[in-house]
């Protein structure tokens, strides 16, 4: 499979038991395969996912506690940490760059520190940690969740967003599904794989969801796209307003055209495969255990 940043091929490795599946190679550096405007979508397509956000984070609240101590790794746009803020938690988060961290803190309005855990002292002080789409960057997911789960306090929570590598989006799609990005995703997870990774960790896997508005139906949209012959990750491209496109004005505009029928089909498809426990993105819940992690 191809980066639609590069062009360069990737494999992924995968276990036939569990279904944990590994990027292969592994670049030295994953600096040229993020581009300037990742995840840096339009006004439109960031009004529509920001409402989505702040829903989902509305969902959480329900099942928190009132406050306590949150870290967010990889805050992205800022908006889910600002909205924990707002309601009442001590939030901290943190990004892989200066730049990155700098937009997420005027955006989510709290604390923000550059690279990884080490940065947070190896003591149980945290009662909620959320990796939304953030876990599969991680060449050790692993060595990361321990690190989390010693940090983490007895019978805190961890939140997970992850493409699910066993949905009905991927065995449809194959190597052209968006999900996949290759080599930015470098770990792959079905959801017999978290449990178990997580379990290797100090967590006990409490709630899976497979509801995601915000990432499946669109999913459907690009992948089919891709399967179609369109210029890789096109529909992305348009959204994130990224100028090195190669596909012509009609070529857009014909993906654009055609994006519309297949949004309504991938909409019935994704709530199908919700319903079945085959979504294309799990949102996962686990809880440190009592324990202290193996």
């Known amino acids: 499979m191809r980066d639609y940043v590069t062009g360069e091929r990737f494999q992924i490795l995968q276990c036939r038991r569990c279904g944990f599946g590994m990027t292969d190679p592994v670049p030295l550096s994953m600096d040229p395969y993020y581009p300037p405007r990742y995840r840096r979508f339009n006004a439109l397509a960031a009004f529509v996912l920001r409402r989505l956000y702040l829903r ?5 609240h329900a099942r928190l506690p009132k406050a306590g101590v949150a870290l967010e790794l990889g805050s992205g746009t800022g908006w889910m940490l600002r909205a924990l803020r707002e309601r009442g938690w001590l939030a901290v988060g943190s990004e892989r760059t200066v730049t990155a961290a700098a937009a997420a803190r005027d955006a989510a309005g709290s604390p923000m520190f550059v690279g990884d855990l080490s940065a947070i002292r190896d003591q149980p002080v945290l009662d909620l940690v959320i990796m939304f789409h953030v876990l599969e960057h991680l060449a ?4 990361a969740l321990a690190a989390i789960a010693r940090r983490v306090k007895p019978g805190g929570t961890l939140i997970l967003g992850i493409p699910n590598i066993a949905s009905w989006q ?3 799609a194959g190597s052209s599904w968006m999900h996949l990005e290759v080599p930015r995703h470098l770990c792959h997870f079905s959801p017999d794989a978290i449990e178990r990774a997580l379990g290797a960790s100090g967590f006990r896997m409490s709630r899976i969801d497979f509801r995601s508005f915000e990432h499946d139906p669109f999913g459907w949209v690009q992948s089919t796209l891709d399967r ?3 210029e890789q990750s096109l529909l992305v491209k348009v959204l994130a307003r990224m100028s090195d496109r190669r596909s012509g004005f009609l070529t857009t505009l014909a993906a654009v055209l055609l994006a519309i029928p297949l949004g309504a089909i991938g909409l019935v498809l994704a ?6 426990g085959a979504g294309a993105v799990m949102e996962v819940w686990a809880t440190r255990d009592e324990r202290p992690a193996g």
């Open 228 to 230: 179609l012959g369109f």
């Open 56 to 60: 989902r984070v509305d969902g959480w």
């Open 140 to 143: 050790d997911p692993q060595a």
């Open 170 to 172: 991927s065995r449809f």
């Open 271 to 276: 709530l199908a495969s919700w319903r079945a």
